[in-house]
Every structure is written in C-alpha cells, then in structure tokens.
C-alpha cells in the first residue's frame, strides 16, 4: 500500500512528490502551492504558524494582493481533505497535528540515528542495511514540483541531505567488508559529485581492497586534476594521507577493522530541563521517603458503561505505543461520555501501569480551570513531595515532575482540559508513561497526541444504556417509546442517563408518560435534568468559554430550523465574508459546540445543543443583551433566503421554466432538504404581514425554483410540506401571485407521485390565478404546461394538447428557444395520446434539431425517449428500443429518475418485441435506478413491469424454473405500493396475484402533505 500502507491515522511523504494518506487511503491534496502550504505546516508540525509565516513562506517578498484570503481558502480546503482535529485555528495562526514517524523525514530521521548507534557499537553490516531503507525514503526529487521560497529551500536542504545518507551508506558498506560491490556504485557517485573528497576517499579504499591497488593510485589522480582545474587547489588531508598510505601498501587498511576512521557516535541525549546534567539515576533524590508511594487516583469507572468498542480499542492502542510518551486525546460536547470512557480504558490498562495512575479534573469547562502550577503540586504530593520540596515556580515544578516520573511507568488521566497550554507542563518527559486527556476542546497544540473525536451513542447502544439503568422488562415492554425516549435525547449519554434515572427512581410510570414531557425543545432541556446533573447546565460552560464573536455566531446558525448548513449559507447567516464566516464555525467545532457532518463541506448541531442555542438567542444568558431577538432572527432568515433564491437564480438561468430539464449546477438533493425547511419555517413565522420578511412572495419564487430544479423523489416530501405550509400563508394574506407558485408546486409534485386527482384541483386553481391576476407570461406558460401533463396521466389528451399548445406559443414570443424546445417535447406526447403519431414525429423532429443547434445532450436525450415513446404506442416495438438505447446513451447516468423511467420505457418495448430476457435486465435496472432516487410510485410500476417481464412466456419457450413465482413476488411487492396511494395499475396486477391474495391495504392519504 505504498507509504500510506500502516493504519494508524494520517501519514505523509515529501521526500518525492508530497503525497498523504489517511488509514491507508491516499488522500486528494490540491494543488502544487496549496501543497507548498501543506509542507510548511508539516515540518512545523505540533507548533503554531502564523498567517504571516505561511505568506512569506508561499510568496516570500512578492505577495499577492489577497494573500491572506488565499491561505484561509487552502486551510480551509486541507481541513476539509485531513480532517477538522489534524488542522486546528490557533491565535490567528495555524497548527497542524501530525503523530509521530507520521511524515516521511521523521521516519527517516529515526532511521538514521538508529544506524548511528549500530556503528557506535561496529555493527557496520546492520548500519547498512538500516541506511539502504533510510535511502529508499527519497523516491525523486524531494517536494518536487512545489513552488515558493520554503519549498525551494527545504528541497536544497534534503537533497543534500540524501547524499550525506548515502556517503554514511556507502561508507558503513565499505566498513562491513563490501567494497568490491561498493565499487561501481561509489564510480558513479564520484562521477556525479566529482568535488567531494569523502566519496573519493571511500572509492579509493573500496579499490584497495579490492586488490585494485593501481585503479586506486588512478583515483586519486582523477579527484586531484578535478579539484585544481575547478577550485584552482590540492586535495585536502584526508585524501593527502589515504593517497600515501596506499602507495605504502599500509597493512592497516586491508582489513575493515584496521583502519583508524572514527565511528560517528551516537547523538548525545539533552539533558532534562531543569535537571543537573551530572546528578545520579534516583530520579527522586532528595524527595521525602513517602515519594516510594504508588498512587491509585482513578475514580470508579461506570458499571453501565456501554458501546464505544471502536473508540476503546484505538485509546488502548495509543496509550501502549513504545519510543515516546503516548498521549491521547478524547474531544466531544459536552454529556457525550468523554470521561466515562477515559476512566473506563484507565481502569482496563491499570496493570500496565504499576508505578501509578494519576488523576486530576483540570475544570477545562466550568470557568474555573485549574492552573498547571497547581495541577504539578497535587501530583507532586501525590508521590509524597511535600512542604518546602515543592518547587516554587511552574518551569521548576514541571522539571521536578519530569525527573519523578523518569524511568516509572504512569499513567497520567488529566479529565476536562480546557486547551493544550494547560496540559503541556503536565506530560513526562520519558518513555513508559502514558497521558490520557478529554477535552470539549480539540487539542490540536498537544506534541505526539493522537486524537478520538467522540460522538454520540449508536442507537441501539444508547437503548442499551437506558435498559442497564431502568431495567430490561420495563424496556421490552414499551420498545417503541425507548426508542423514541433516546432519539430525543439526541442519543446523548448524559441525557439517556437522567431521564433512565428519572424513571428508575419512579417505577410507577412509563416510558410513554415520559415521552409526554419532552415535546418540544423548550421544554425538553427542562425535563433533562436530575438532582445535580443537567443537560443545560452543561452545554452553559461550554457557551460562557466562547468570545463574543462566537457566541453570536453559535446563535445565529442555531435560528434557521435546517438538518445543515453549507459554507456559503453559514456566510448567508452571519453576515460575514466566507472565509472568515468558516473560520467562526471551525473555531466552534473545535469547541464541540458545533458538528461537521460526514459531508466536511456542512456544519449541524446536535439536537439538543440546538434547542440550548435557540433558547439562549431568544433571551440571552446571564445579562447577555446580544441576544438574538425576533428582528435578528428575521433577518437572518432574509439573509438566508436571498442566499439560496440567488443560487436557483443562477442555476435555472435565464429558461426559468423549463421544469426538470434546467441546468441542475450543483444543486445537490441535499439543498432540497434545507430549503424545504428553511420556507416551512419562514412561512410559519407568528405575526406575519404583509412587511414581514422574508416576504412570501420571495419564498414562493424560492420554492418553484427548487421545485422546476429537482428531479429526484427524495427532494419531494420535504418541498411538498413546504409548499403546504406556504399555501396558508397566502391564503391569510391574500397574496395572489405567492398562491399561484405555491399550488404550481403542489400540482408538479403531486403529479409526480401519482396523486392526479388533487394535482388537478390545485393546478386548474393556479392557472386561473394567472389568467384572472396577470400574472407573468413565463408563469402562465408553466401553469398550462403542468396543467397538460396532469391531463396526459389521467387520460385527457385533447386537454392535455390544448394546453401545452398555449405553452408553446408563450415561449415562441418570448423566443426562448430552449424552452419551447422542451414544451416541444411535451406536446409530442400528448399527440402520441391522440393517435396522431406524425403530428408527434414531427413536432420532435423540430425540438431534436434546436437541442442539436444549442449542443444540449440533455434535451436531446429527452427528444430520443419522446421518439421511443411515440415509436412503442405506434407498434415499432425495434424502432423504439433503438430510439431509447440512444437516449440512455446521451442521459446523465447520475439522474436516477430520467434513467429510471427511459429504463421503463425500454422494457416494456424490448417485452412488447419478444426479447424477453432483456426486457427482465431493463426492468430490473429501473427498480434499482428509481429506488436509488427515492421515487415511490415509479419503483411501484417498475416492480409490476419486473413482475411482467419474468412471466413472458415469450422467450422462444417457456421461462425458467421459478420465473412465474419471482413474477408474483415483484407483482406482490408493486401492489403494496400502488395500491395504498390509489394507482389504477394496482387493480390490473390483483388478479394476477391469485384469488387468495389480500385485496391489500385501504387507500391511505396520499402523500403525507396532500393539502387540506
């Protein structure tokens, strides 16, 4: 697996091309001097960089105008790549957390000094052979093809850094006895570095040696020419000296023990801070006799602790690595369990640490942290320093601290940091003892720290919690409300465990009656809590350590009711450039006050860091009069809301009606979700009038925009809410062109899902609404559009026709060639209804010569599927699967529901001309195209075409063994979906079924946000 091969965490490698890996998997590092910015931060890793330093470093003294601005966006971009707790803000700089022998050099470093003590002790075969694996660190030119005055100087630096290696290289190979194959090795590297007198030196003896007396006498003339001619001087003495005792065929040099080069020694250890360079081993000489203590100080880990597997197995790991003092580091919010996992592995390895474990709670979160001067006096005396021995300064203190724990095995638990300044003085300075931190504050300045970012429970472990403490009968008798007890509780541990002890202390109530008191986040922060233990109470230290920029920021992100915001939305909402906009929701991740979801381009919160969020806005806490009131909040939303009207704006362009075949740039099914909330919301704003912002008006464009953008089922439930909601606005306030665009929206997606009928009521309304009010032309010509196609799904073609014709000579006016092409497309179909086939064929030709002048593959994708349509209902079964093979080839494959449906399409017609084994291939990629786009109904009628194509007997023969049983399975499963939503195609697949099958179950209210 190359570099990256160990697990382990991040891994880097700069001696060649600057590559990195996390777990083994390369990772995507940007451009050259966005990696030039990486390679300053990695041979400064584990200390701050200022922003000014990195400039320099890209630039040197000819920055760009916008300097700072591009440092923010390549930090910002490596964060997002390496991970939010590798690269951490700190005081305006920059520090990045790498572990040891993480980066190439270090590794080689080690390797290095390692070889250095296998001389020292003449083991020259072994010093070569760990030289070789040092050199085949370099694999080309170091850094290469990175820009900027940094990397051009440590390019310099570690190319001469590997022929030092590789003199040591050669000359511990020569030492070992190796010279004959040495030799033409060692030619080439005289040749290639012909002013080195070393390299000579060595060539030279390896010849000797060799029995090659003369070549070496030859050797030495050739070095002696090239340095007169090229530095106009004699070689230096040791040539001078090697040169006569060869011609004297000195005895000493035949063998490689006889010849007098001083071995390098190893590199000396620096002595302790602090401590006397000359003092004896007793690392507690002078302590009180009572320092012989062993002190147990771990509190009692919980005997309900449960889950986290992973994350104990990868603390275990950390604390047990050799060479250097392991620290890791526990970060989360607060109530997620982070000491009861730290004492939970303490206890588990306490056996490994029989010279002590120490503990002490720094009070990192509740304003009151403990001081290092003092945290080292409580340690001190724990190992029986007392009185005047306590040092009286920190430096003293941590040197004496040092020196106790020298040559012992402790484990050190330091519970609740606040940050890495307040550890440093903490950790040993030897190997063999372990330091085990939490923190809600991610420790990125900690040296040789591997980091655990701790979430919430898993579910199914935090039902596990709640039955450990209540008990398992009472749990199992009400499975579902314990479920719904944790999910509101965010399956945050310290919620779980107040309300379990709640109901332990009450065995006379329910789960249920439980549930009752946790509706809505205002009072669901109130019922968590018990005795001293509190939800709120916790999530507050975390909020009084924020500044006041933060504190705002944490506000305000917390007001609009989205699943998650995007960096430019999170800029929308604070009203601040981008970059700085990122850099306040970092800081409040670092703090664990904020998630990046899995998607590192998004923050959230957690459920109830939420509720704690809004509740402060909307009243402040302890005086704070930079609450966000009622007008912040608005114009928050407004801002918001402009953001992402201005993003459909741009995305639909200047065609805004074209439905689904609109420039989809970027807009993600995930948007769909937000803005579905994000107009819910506003829509629902009490005291709404006609000022209010954002107005409706502006919603109710937001919301058609996404609608006309989105082709994907998932996008449908939370628009179609949205639009519900938006509808009563309108209605209150009478706003005419709003109603329209919100029953357009409800009549498109209700279309879409199989709900003709209420399609039809809201799309007639909307239609009069432009007519009656005069409303735009683009508007009125997508009224009589979506109107048509409720009229093609219910059977009505002459309608259906009647319409899109109007919408077509809207768009001829307008001279909106893209858009006509595509109404174009739409009257096609309706002609096909008809019976008018060329009518149909004609009017596609037209729209399949527009798509080709304007080179859009993705309406000529549609004028093919039209054709393949027209050419089925016609009877030209193979003219059909040629038209919609073509139109599969021109479809974006990503645009699952297009592809589902052109697949649809495709098997019936191969079904409908007898090649039936295809026809089972087609439909079965159409269930999984539309399953994957989260399309209900048309999963339903690609199941029930499945089920039809399976039981065609018309394969040449009969079908396979079992063929008729998978038939009626995929019938079976098509009919539980068609049947409850009221598809008429679910009555034609009940008597295929078999007499005995359930007519199934009645037809529900569909969908969910049908309107009233």
Not at 753 to 774: K, M, Q, Y
Not at 781 to 807: K, M, N, W, Y
Not at 847 to 855: I, N, Q, Y
């Amino acid at each position: 697996m190359g570099e990256g091969g160990t697990s382990g965490g991040l891994r880097f490698a700069v001696l060649g091309p600057v590559r990195g890996w996390r777990d083994g998997v390369e990772l995507p590092l940007g451009s050259p001097q966005q990696q030039s910015l990486l390679l300053a931060l990695l041979f400064r890793a584990g200390r701050h960089v200022s922003g000014a330093q990195l400039i320099d470093d890209l630039w040197g003294d000819e920055p760009p105008a916008r300097a700072t601005g591009v440092v923010r966006t390549y930090v910002h971009r490596l964060r997002r790549v390496l991970g939010a707790e590798a690269l951490t803000s700190v005081g305006g700089g920059y520090l990045l957390a790498v572990g040891s022998g993480g980066l190439d050099t270090a590794r080689c470093e080690a390797l290095l000094a390692e070889a250095r003590a296998l001389r020292a002790d003449g083991r020259h075969p072994e010093a070569a052979a760990v030289l070789r694996t040092a050199l085949a660190s370099w694999r080309g030119e170091p850094m290469s093809g990175l820009p900027g005055p940094y990397a051009q100087r440590q390019r310099r630096e570690w190319d001469e850094r590997r022929l030092a290696v590789l003199e040591l290289c050669l000359e511990a190979e020569v030492e070992a006895g190796r010279c004959t194959e040495s030799v033409a090795e060692l030619a080439a590297v005289v040749e290639e570095h012909p002013l080195r007198e070393r390299l000579s030196e060595l060539l030279m003896l390896a010849l000797f040696r060799s029995g090659r007396q003369a070549e070496a006498l030859a050797a030495y003339r050739a070095a002696d020419r090239r340095l007169r001619a090229e530095l106009g001087v004699g070689p230096g003495p040791g040539l001078r000296d090697l040169h006569g005792r060869i011609l004297a065929a000195d005895d000493t040099l035949a063998v490689p023990t006889g010849w007098t080069m001083a071995p390098i020694p190893p590199e000396p250890a620096a002595p302790m801070a602090g401590a006397d360079p000359t003092a004896g081993s007793d690392p507690i000489a002078g302590a009180d006799p009572a320092s012989t203590l062993t002190p147990a100080q771990l509190p009692a880990a919980a005997a309900d602790f449960t889950g986290r597997q992973a994350e104990v197995a990868a603390l275990r790991e950390a604390l047990r690595e050799s060479g250097s003092v392991p620290v890791a580091a526990v970060a989360g919010m607060g109530g997620v369990g982070k000491t009861a996992l730290a004492v939970h592995v303490a206890h588990g390895l306490a056996t490994e640490f029989p010279d002590g474990r120490l503990y002490l709670d720094l009070h990192g979160a509740d304003g009151r942290p403990t001081r290092p001067e003092e945290a080292l006096a409580i340690f001190l005396r724990s190992f029986g320093v007392v009185g005047q021995a306590i040092p009286a300064g920190l430096a003293e203190r941590s040197a004496r601290y040092r020196s106790l724990l020298s040559g012992r095995r402790v484990l050190v638990l330091l519970d609740n940091a606040r940050d890495a300044e307040q550890v440093r003085p903490l950790l040993p300075g030897s190997p063999g003892c372990a330091v085990l931190v939490t923190s809600r504050t991610r420790l990125g300045a900690l040296p040789n720290a591997r980091f655990t970012e701790l979430p919430v429970l898993p579910a199914e472990d935090a039902v596990t919690l709640l039955t450990r403490v209540v008990g398992a009968e009472r749990v199992a008798a009400e499975e579902e409300a314990a479920r719904e007890l944790v999910r509101l509780c965010g399956q945050l541990p310290l919620a779980v465990r107040i309300l379990a002890a709640r109901l332990a202390c009450r065995p006379g109530w329910t789960i249920a009656r439980l549930l009752e008191q946790l509706t809505g986040d205002r009072y669901r922060l109130d019922a968590l809590r018990s005795g001293d233990l509190a939800v709120e109470s916790s999530f507050r230290f975390g909020y009084d350590q924020l500044d006041a920029e933060q504190a705002r920021a944490f506000r305000l992100l917390a007001v609009p009711e989205v699943p998650d915001l995007s960096p430019a939305a999170v800029a929308a909402v604070l009203d601040r450039p981008e970059p700085a906009a990122v850099e306040l929701a970092e800081s409040l991740v670092d703090c664990s006050m904020l998630e990046s979801s899995a998607n590192p381009d998004r923050y959230r919160y957690h459920d109830l860091l939420r509720a704690f969020a809004r509740r402060v806005g909307a009243r402040g806490w302890q005086g704070d009069d930079a609450a966000a009131g009622p007008d912040e909040a608005r114009g928050t939303l407004t801002r918001l809301v402009d953001h992402h009207h201005a993003r459909v704006s741009a995305a639909l362009g200047a065609s805004a009606a074209l439905g689904a075949s609109a420039a989809r740039d970027g807009f993600a099914v995930g948007e769909y979700l937000g803005v579905g909330a994000l107009v819910s919301q506003c829509a629902k704003l009490p005291g709404r009038s006609a000022d209010t912002t954002p107005g409706l008006d502006r919603l109710a464009e937001l919301l058609l925009g996404c609608c006309l953008l989105t082709d994907s089922g998932h996008a449908t439930r939370p628009l179609g809410h949205a639009a519900n909601a938006l509808l009563h606005a309108t209605l209150e306030q009478g706003d005419r062109a709003a109603e329209a665009r919100a029953r357009l929206v409800l009549g498109r997606l209700l279309t879409d899902v199989g709900s003709a009928p209420s399609a039809l009521a809201e799309l007639l309304r909307a239609r009069d609404l432009c007519t009656t009010h005069g409303l735009s032309q683009p508007l009125l010509a997508l009224a009589h559009s979506s109107l048509a196609a409720c009229f093609v799904q219910i059977g009505r073609p002459d309608e259906a026709v009647t319409g899109f014709s109007a919408a077509v000579s809207v768009w001829e006016r307008a001279g909106d060639r893209r858009s006509l092409a595509a109404e174009l497309l739409n009257l096609a179909g309706a002609f096909a209804r008809q019976g008018r086939f060329d009518a149909a064929n004609r009017v596609v030709d037209q729209s399949l010569v527009t798509s080709r002048e304007l080179a859009d593959r993705e309406l000529e994708a549609l004028a093919r599927d039209s054709l393949g349509t027209i050419a089925h209902d016609r009877g030209d079964h193979d003219q059909a699967v040629a038209h919609l093979w073509a139109a599969l080839a021109l479809a974006d494959p990503d645009d699952h529901r297009r592809t589902g449906r052109t697949l649809l399409r495709l098997g019936e017609s191969l079904r409908a001309a007898g090649r039936g084994a295809e026809a089972v291939e087609a439909a079965g990629r159409a269930v999984d195209a539309l399953t994957l786009d989260g399309d209900h109904r048309g999963r339903g009628l690609a199941l029930a075409a499945l089920g039809d194509a399976m039981a065609d007997r018309r394969f040449g023969g009969p079908g396979p063994t079992g063929d008729l049983a998978r038939a009626r399975a995929c019938w079976a499963e098509a009919h539980g979906i068609l049947a409850p939503i009221g598809s008429p195609e679910a009555d034609r697949l009940l008597p295929l079924l078999g007499g005995d099958h359930p007519a199934g179950p009645p037809q529900q209210r569909w969908p969910s946000w049908l309107p009233a």
